[in-house]
C-alpha cells in the first residue's frame, strides 16, 4: 500500500505541472470579450455530449432492478 500510495502521490505532481498551464492559458486563447463562453463551450457543451453520448450507447443494456432485493 506505501507503494501504490507513493506513485499516485508523484503522478499527482506530475499532473499538476501539465494541468496548472493549460488551466491558465485556456482562457487566454479567447478573447475577453467571448472568454466565458467560449470555456463554458470548452468544458460544457464538449464534455457533456462525450460523456453522455458513452452513457446513452450503455443505456439499452442496463436491466431493470424492480422487484428484486437491494442486498
Known sequence: ???VL???AVLG???AFTAVPN????PELFPQTIRVTGMSIVYCC???SIFVG???LAL???REPAGRPLD
Open 60 to 62: 439499452p443494456l442496463i
Open 23 to 26: 488551466i491558465v492559458m485556456l
Open 13 to 15: 505532481a506530475v499532473e
Open 1 to 3: 500500500m506505501p507503494t
Open 6 to 8: 507513493a506513485v499516485v
Open 46 to 48: 464538449v464534455g457533456v
Open 54 to 56: 458513452v452513457s446513452l
